[in-house]
């Protein structure tokens, strides 16, 4: 039966379900109209509601970063992208919960390769690899034709290894998308000379798995491309705002809060501190501050403390009260999901349902090697 | 069965069980030898196990921030301190779960002593309260005596609410400890000014509950302090070594890491980021980033992304190799515990337990006032 918000103990992360629908449509189709594959990333909302919703909408399958991820997708869909290279005991782990899964995994290292190779023998398995170039991030990936060429073919001669692409995350281009154009231009450049060299060695990329959220709408003008895998585009955050990259109306995730205090002249604080926003900087200056009040956007998450966010109420004339609830678009949504086991979805003033963040979460001790006591 | 490092999926946080031991046994004692009750604050290990050696080694009670913490620590003591007023939905949460609790609260407006007061009184309960003080940290907290009287005696007047004292967070004493004796004889005015001037409105402070860790070992200093309640102390951090509060040796809590990338010369990747770390500023400069290297602490996590961490190895010869691990010493360690369900207990290199952060999470579906479906 749903409830208002007056019953909400906060902190708590609220999905606006209408918003979120739109932000799943207008993806959906922009990658329809494109014929881009669309491969979304769970990081952002890590819930199995959200990611059976995006295959509905059309998408080819997920993106997901950790072992976790990887397991409670697997009950979503057949078709997953571990967009991060396992290494030592996770090898193991990945290859267990891929049973029924067509594994994609990415690498830019032979280490990676070897091992990934070793226990995909010993199982008897076989997965789909891509190698992870670098346009500019410098984060990983390797920058250079020569060094693709070595390691898709390293992949190729790996029996139990399907070397099918590249991929690439141009996480450097977080630029307000009217200055994006240059670094379009700059990776189509670089993308065009790598796979040009690729299908000259014989090792043409059949997949060319790109894409994020910042530029996520610009994708159809790079010529080669085959997928893209946005995450944060379901729920948007400030940060995304602050780039051009949606509207305000577009932010689908608040944090509820309480006012708790308003002891110190010209500020509030409320119950909502880094362990419910996280400590994620705005990239794109607007004002600075940890998170914005939804219908108050002039004010912001100023300071914080573990479950303390103050307030700055100097260049607003609104005065929230001691209990009054308020809620913060955060910077950056990945890292609020992360920070809770739950969200409610609402509609207007009302929750309407709510979603475990079953992704969430790492080390399963019940998979440790040997019986644990205390 | 205990078991090395090589079978652990990381990222997992390891605690040293005999620097832990030390670290306990050492504010125990300093407590102890000055009089003062110890209250360790849980919100930096969230975990049972560890709370219970608190009380062991002579704790009067422990303290918390939400109502998770409450939740869980009653069955740890009967006698908890909970240093965030309550308010809204979470005033009788707060209350269900302090049956057998000698429960106390932090309050620091009329609101807050209003929606207790009511709450006590409807569930016939009472609780002991404390007036939340200001000494300079402008988070919470009333600065003036005058403000302090007006809440302490609207305590007393509502029946189910017991008036007891104040509390104060001097969260501003962060700077090195060879700088800080300024501020606390600062602080020591102050809170002889407050303490007498409830004296004379007939309403003495017969607690004042103090401390944290940075400036953990000045406590005794401060005539008519009653009682300390550090939190970080059990761990430690890079925060609190660079202030000089603690040895590197001290550092009881790290992060497990695979270096997964090395395609980018003089840095490698680790697959510990944001949502392992947190993103925490070093508050004294201590060479930047989010975190070093255990052995090698001239090695910073310099950038993050949410699941990577990258390491600058600019000012080292270390070179590690893709497939070794690391062990990264947060800067804030009380992040990194809410960051992840279970800690694992080492000794050298050997595990030999591991530990539920029972504490961590908040909003309990299962509490919610209607039934919810999808």
């Given at each position: ?23 799943l449509d207008r993806m959906a189709a922009y990658a329809a109209m494109h014929q881009l594959a669309l491969r979304p990333h769970v ?107 070595r390691l898709a073919g390293a992949i190729r001669r790996q029996p139990g290894l399907r070397y099918r692409g590249i991929c690439f ?111 994620e900087p705005i990239r794109v200056q607007e004002g600075g501050g940890y998170g914005a009040v939804l219908d108050h956007p002039e ?76």
């Open positions: 039966m749903p409830y208002g918000f007056a019953d909400i103990e906060t902190p708590v992360p609220l999905v606006d379900l209408d918003r979120l629908a739109v932000n990081k952002t909302h890590k819930s199995s509601r959200i990611a059976a919703e995006q295959m509905r909408l059309g998408a080819v399958g997920l993106t997901v970063a950790t072992p976790r991820e990887l397991q409670v997708m697997s009950e979503v869909t057949d078709d997953i992208f571990l967009a991060h290279p396992p290494l030592g005991a996770k090898v193991r782990r990945v290859l267990t919960f891929s049973g029924d899964v067509q594994l994609r995994i990415s690498v830019d290292s032979h280490v990676a390769i070897e091992q990934l190779g070793t226990a995909c023998r010993q199982r008897d398995q076989t997965v789909d690899v891509l190698v992870e170039v670098d346009f500019g991030m410098k984060r990983m990936g390797v920058s250079d034709s020569g060094d693709a060429i995350y141009p996480g450097h281009i977080r630029q307000p998308v009217t200055q994006q154009e240059g670094l379009i231009e700059a990776l189509c450049g670089d993308l065009h000379n790598v796979l040009a060299a690729l299908d000259d060695a014989g090792l043409p990329a059949e997949i060319v798995s790109g894409g994020s959220t910042p530029a996520a709408f610009r994708m159809h003008l790079i010529p080669g491309l085959t997928e893209i895998r946005p995450g944060t585009y379901v729920f948007n955050d400030r940060d995304t705002y602050a780039m051009g990259a949606c509207a305000w109306e577009d932010c689908a995730l608040t944090v509820l809060a309480t006012v708790i205090s308003d002891a110190v002249p010209d500020q509030v604080v409320i119950d909502a501190g880094v362990k419910a926003l996280g400590r004010v912001t998450v100023a300071r914080m403390s573990e479950e303390h966010g103050i307030l700055d109420l100097s260049d607003s004339v609104w005065r929230p009260k001691v209990g009054d609830q308020v809620r913060i678009v955060p910077n950056h949504a990945c890292i609020v999901t992360h920070l809770f086991d739950a969200m409610l979805g609402v509609r207007g003033d009302i929750v309407e349902t709510w979603w475990h963040v079953g992704a969430r979460g790492r080390h399963s001790p019940e998979l440790a090697p040997a019986p644990l006591s205390i």
